[in-house]
């Protein structure tokens, strides 16, 4: 059995600069190219968490609350909130960041799920996560939620079967 690690051990930073290819007509990141930079970092973080391959499985939310201009520097951090038995669940936030003003405003945020894959693109187990902080509880308990919902969805599971949903729903969460 892999031991579990922490989420700390997944933190990725990524600081970049928006380019002015890179805008829409407004003159604001465009949002396809926040998603790329979002999956690539949360890439990392599951490559980190599992020190294996890993693809994509899905994008599970996405928000777009606060416009990146052009010139602006976005900071993207992602780390693993929770780890199944071969998917991990990635979150990222993303911030601009204004030294001039010294502020940091969040801009958005996003959900992935990564599987880690062997060289013959099979699924492989993973490390257990044992989030420390606050945050990390929260998201890593949310997770699940996350999880069951995605997979009543996805007609995988029954919503019968459900047990982080049952208790949100009776008002136990």
């Known amino acids: 059995m892999q031991k579990s690690k922490k989420a700390a051990e997944s933190l990725t930073v990524m600081t970049n600069i928006v380019l002015p290819n890179e805008t829409n007509s407004l003159r604001n990141l465009f949002g396809g190219e926040l998603l790329s930079k979002m999956d690539r970092c949360a890439s990392i973080s599951a490559a980190r968490h599992c020190e294996r391959r890993v693809v994509t499985a899905s994008v599970n939310h996405v928000s777009f609350n606060h416009p990146i201009p052009e010139a602006g520097i976005v900071v993207l951090e992602s ?26 405003i969040h801009t958005n945020e ?7 894959v062997d060289e013959f693109n099979k699924p492989v187990p993973i490390p257990a996560l044992e989030p420390e902080t606050e945050e990390e ?3 890593f308990d949310a997770a699940l939620r996350r999880k069951e919902l995605s997979l009543i969805l996805s007609g ?18």
């Open 137 to 139: 509880k929260k998201r």
């Open 156 to 173: 995988r599971m029954k919503a019968t079967d459900s047990v982080e949903l049952k208790k949100l729903f009776a008002g136990e969460i």
């Open 110 to 116: 996003g959900i992935y799920t990564f599987v880690a």
């Open 79 to 104: 780390k693993v909130t929770r780890a199944f038995s071969t998917s991990m669940e990635i979150y990222v936030d993303v911030w601009l960041d204004d030294p001039i003003n010294q502020r940091k």
